[in-house]
T-cell receptor, first 112, second 111 residues
Framework: DAGVIQSPRHEVTEMGQEVTLRCKPISGHDYLFWYRQTMMRGLELLIYFNNNVPIDDSGMPEDRFSAKMPNASFSTLKIQPSEPRDSAVYFC??????????FGQGTRLTVV | TQLLEQSPQFLSIQEGENLTVYCNSSSVFSSLQWYRQEPGEGPVLLVTVVTGGEVKKLKRLTFQFGDARKDSSLHITAAQPGDTGLYLCAAGGTSYGKLTFGQGTILTVHP
């Protein structure tokens, strides 16, 4: 298996623009997680899905953030409009059990 | 909301030394995981501990789950420069699937 695949690896955008991050989980994994990592706040859980259904989005910082999982093999995290404080590394992870996560390589987002 | 507290935050040691990293919480967990993250990469799962008092060994790494399943430790024997990285503990807590992480311990092993 290729593991969790995220795209793009790096994204630089201007404040106010829409940003879409993409994730392909490991086939057969029922759980998908989106995390944000910064030096100040560490690894924060934004939202997670089980069987394509959002279960807990309490970590999503604002209404500017939205996530979808239209099918078992694809998920997106969208930020609209983006702000400089959104700059971070965003990770997608998937899991079969919900308790052992396999991470992608992350998307480094810079909003200028 | 469960909180996983890791200590120390930073650890800088010489090659060959031993070290222990701690992960503590007031919550009881069904299981707890340890991950290691290198720069530019995502965290990689090292081990899962499930039973209170459980001890697992992975080469020079020893993981222990507290008897009450509220805390865990990671001990590295004879650390090597290749052990350098960010070590994270994680747990699902009472809300199954809500996998949250501690702040991590940044380990630097000098040759």
């Amino acid at each position: 298996d290729a593991g969790v695949i995220q795209s793009p690896r790096h994204e630089v955008t201007e404040m106010g623009q829409e940003v879409t991050l993409r994730c392909k989980p490991i086939s057969g994994h029922d759980y998908l997680f989106w995390y944000r990592q910064t030096m100040m706040r560490g690894l924060e859980l934004l939202i997670y899905f089980n069987n394509n259904v959002p279960i807990d989005d309490s970590g999503m910082p604002e209404d500017r953030f939205s996530a979808k999982m239209p099918n078992a093999s694809f998920s997106t995290l969208k930020i609209q409009p983006s702000e400089p404080r959104d700059s971070a590394v965003y990770f997608c992870a998937s899991s079969w059990t919900g308790e052992e996560a396999f991470f992608g390589q992350g998307t480094r987002l810079t909003v200028v | 909301t469960q909180l996983l507290e890791q200590s120390p935050q930073f650890l800088s040691i010489q090659e060959g030394e031993n070290l222990t990293v701690y992960c503590n919480s007031s919550s009881v967990f069904s299981s707890l995981q340890w991950y290691r993250q290198e720069p530019g990469e995502g965290p990689v799962l090292l081990v899962t501990v499930v039973t209170g008092g459980e001890v697992k060994k992975l080469k020079r790494l020893t993981f222990q789950f507290g008897d009450a399943r509220k805390d865990s430790s990671l001990h590295i024997t004879a650390a090597q420069p290749g052990d350098t990285g960010l070590y994270l503990c994680a747990a699902g807590g009472t809300s199954y699937g809500k996998l949250t992480f501690g702040q991590g311990t940044i380990l630097t092993v000098h040759p």
